[in-house]
């Protein structure tokens, strides 16, 4: 098993910036991908961004691309999103996920293919 903590959610305002951190314990060793998730109020969960664990592609949304940016902190084992530019439809409980196995569709992670889920930590972008 998986356990994953997400932290750095918060309010922010438009325009401004914010750094999720999602850190992974027990069998890490089984960790071949890690990624990032959303759910707005009323919406689908959705892909926001992934990586290979190991090193090697990333993964973004289109919404995600050019604002947001993830990456493996080595130096604390933890998977980092950091968040520029936000919008208030950026609003929403954002999710680490992590999995041994997993499906790739259209540059994207597909959420039902993530193995273990962090409980989430909330975004809030609004003046």
């Known amino acids: 098993q998986v356990q994953l903590v997400e932290s750095g959610g918060g309010l922010v305002q438009p325009g401004g910036s914010l750094r999720l951190s999602c850190a992974p314990s027990?069998?890490?060793?089984?960790?071949?991908?890690m990624g990032w998730f959303r759910r707005a109020p009323g919406k689908e969960r959705e892909f926001v961004a992934g990586?290979?664990?190991?090193?090697?592609?990333?993964y973004y949304a289109n919404f995600a691309r050019g604002r947001f940016a993830t990456s493996r902190d080595n130096s604390k084992n933890t998977l980092v999103l950091q968040m520029d530019t936000l919008k208030p439809e950026d609003t929403a409980v954002y999710y680490c996920?992590?999995?041994?196995?997993?499906?790739?569709?259209?540059?994207?992670?597909?959420?039902?293919?993530?193995?273990?889920w962090g409980k989430g930590t909330l975004v809030t972008v609004s003046s």
């Open positions: 990586l290979i664990w190991s090193g090697g592609s990333i």
């Open positions: 027990g069998r890490t060793d089984n960790i071949n991908v």
């Open positions: 996920a992590a999995s041994q196995s997993f499906v790739v569709d259209g540059n994207q992670l597909v959420p039902d293919a993530m193995q273990y």
